[in-house]
């Protein structure tokens, strides 16, 4: 190992400075670069490359928290299970790598080739959290607790949409059970969420509260003319403002009509009266 090795390592490593995940906010990632550098270089290094080595590997991994922070996506942050993900994926393969042993040269390429492999994966990983995670609501608040990656820390994140989700329709017949349903599909993921309450609103712009509670749903059996007519629903938040507001027109139709078939297994008979015989 000379100057080829030296420009090895020079080149590999200049590869690796795009690279973007915020994988060093993970306290396990910095014991394992610890360990790394502590306990498998002495022996599978020459000694002169252990700083040279070690200044570019963890110049590397610090560079996957150089996330340019953009306001329409928050490129420079992601969620808890998005960082862990990424975290166990890059401890796996720096496992396998000291798991097997090599040395020299060959140990230098398969480190750095790793980090470029866990530079896309974190890519990945961190595009399905934009599309997927981040802000799903089309409408209402929503509450995430996200690390940025800039400085490590966890900060909760307001989600901001229009509060009022709209009208819907509903149409039940005479007798049969309403319900009216206020859950949308991101509440079970935000956070500082507390009740549903359902209102009954009248024409002069005045409401009853009918529930309070943590069931996103109002259910009325056997609706009659009086039960028609608009609802809403809001479910609050911590910060005493709404986190969605669902509005509900109710149309009570006529009791379902029943036509009556005869069944289709039965054989009509003609019975003889007593005392009367067959005329031939």
Same mark, same amino acid.
């Given at each position: 190992?000379?100057?080829?090795?030296?420009?090895?390592?020079?080149? #590999?490593?200049?590869?690796?400075? $795009?690279?973007?995940?915020?994988?060093?906010?993970?306290?396990?990632?910095?014991?394992?670069?610890?360990?790394?550098?502590?306990?498998?270089?002495?022996?599978?290094? *020459?000694?002169?490359?252990?700083? %040279? =080595?070690?200044?570019?590997?963890?110049? /590397?991994?610090?560079?996957? !928290?150089? #996330?340019?922070?953009?306001?329409?996506?928050?490129?420079? /942050?992601?969620?808890? &299970?998005?960082?862990?993900?990424?975290?166990?994926?890059?401890? !796996?393969?720096?496992?396998?790598?000291?798991?097997?042993?090599?040395?020299?040269?060959?140990?230098? @390429?398969?480190?750095?080739?790793?980090?470029?492999?866990?530079?896309?994966?974190?890519?990945?990983? /961190?595009?399905?959290?934009?599309?997927?995670?981040?802000?799903? %609501?089309?409408?209402?608040?929503?509450?995430?607790?996200?690390?940025?990656? %800039?400085?490590?820390?966890?900060?909760?994140?307001?989600?901001? !949409?229009?509060?009022?989700?709209?009208?819907?329709?509903?149409?039940?017949?005479?007798?049969?059970?309403?319900?009216? &349903?206020?859950?949308?599909?991101?509440?079970?993921?935000?956070?500082?969420?507390?009740?549903?309450?359902?209102? @009954?609103?009248?024409?002069?712009?005045?409401?009853? #509260?009918?529930?309070?509670? !943590?069931?996103?749903?109002?259910?009325?059996?056997?609706?009659?003319? &009086?039960?028609?007519?608009?609802?809403?629903?809001? #479910?609050?938040?911590?910060? /005493?403002? $709404? *986190?969605?507001?669902?509005?509900?027109?109710?149309?009570?139709?006529?009791?379902?009509?029943?036509?009556?078939?005869?069944?289709?297994?039965?054989?009509?008979?003609?019975?003889?009266?007593?005392?009367?015989?067959? =005329?031939?």
């Amino acid at each position: 190992m000379g100057p080829r090795f030296t420009l090895l390592l020079a080149t #590999l490593a200049d590869c690796l400075c $795009p690279a973007r995940p915020c994988i060093m906010c993970d306290p396990f990632v910095v014991a394992a670069l610890k360990t790394l550098e502590q306990s498998y270089l002495p022996s599978h290094l *020459a000694p002169e490359h252990h700083e %040279n =080595v070690m200044k570019r590997v963890e110049q /590397a991994v610090k560079d996957f !928290k150089d #996330l340019p922070l953009n306001q329409a996506t928050y490129v420079g /942050a992601v969620d808890e &299970d998005t960082l862990e993900q990424a975290s166990w994926s890059f401890l !796996k393969d720096l496992k396998r790598i000291t798991d097997s042993d090599v040395k020299g040269e060959l140990f230098v @390429k398969e480190l750095f080739w790793m980090l470029r492999l866990q530079k896309d994966i974190f890519a990945t990983l /961190a595009t399905r959290f934009q599309k997927e995670v981040y802000c799903p %609501n089309q409408c209402g608040t929503m509450l995430q607790t996200l690390v940025w990656c %800039n400085k490590c820390e966890k900060q909760v994140h307001t989600c901001r !949409k229009s509060t009022d989700c709209g009208e819907r329709r509903i149409e039940v017949h005479r007798f049969e059970d309403m319900v009216l &349903d206020c859950q949308l599909n991101w509440h079970h993921a935000s956070e500082g969420l507390t009740d549903y309450s359902f209102y @009954k609103v009248w024409g002069n712009s005045s409401e009853t #509260l009918l529930s309070k509670g !943590k069931d996103p749903y109002l259910t009325k059996s056997m609706v009659g003319p &009086d039960d028609a007519g608009y609802y809403r629903c809001e #479910l609050g938040t911590i910060n /005493a403002g $709404p *986190a969605t507001i669902i509005h509900f027109r109710v149309i009570v139709l006529p009791e379902r009509t029943f036509e009556e078939k005869p069944a289709t297994n039965v054989i009509n008979q003609e019975v003889e009266a007593p005392g009367q015989g067959i =005329v031939l």
